[in-house]
C-alpha cells in the first residue's frame, strides 16, 4: 500500500460510513464493522512500513545450509 493514499482510503471508508447510517444501517453496526476492520487495516499498515516483510537477504544462514533463528539456534 502506498502511504500518499491512505487519506483516500481514509476518506472512503468515512464517506462510507455516513453512507451506510443515511440509509439506515444502525450505528452500532457501523461502529461494530470498523472495529473489525481496524485490525486488517493496522497490519497493512505496519507490514508496509517494514518495507513489505519477507526479505531475508543472508540474515539467519550459517552458509552450511542450516537455518538459524535470531538467537542463533539451530
Do not use: E, F
Amino acid at each position: 500500500m502506498k502511504r500518499k493514499y491512505i487519506p483516500w482510503y481514509g476518506g472512503a471508508l468515512v464517506a462510507a460510513a455516513i453512507a451506510a447510517v443515511a440509509v439506515g444501517v444502525p450505528a452500532s453496526t457501523v461502529l461494530l464493522l470498523l472495529v473489525v476492520l481496524a485490525c486488517p487495516v493496522m497490519m497493512m499498515l505496519m507490514m508496509g512500513g517494514m518495507g513489505g516483510g519477507h526479505n531475508n537477504h543472508g540474515h539467519g544462514t550459517t552458509g552450511t545450509g542450516d537455518q538459524r533463528d535470531s538467537a542463533g539456534r539451530s
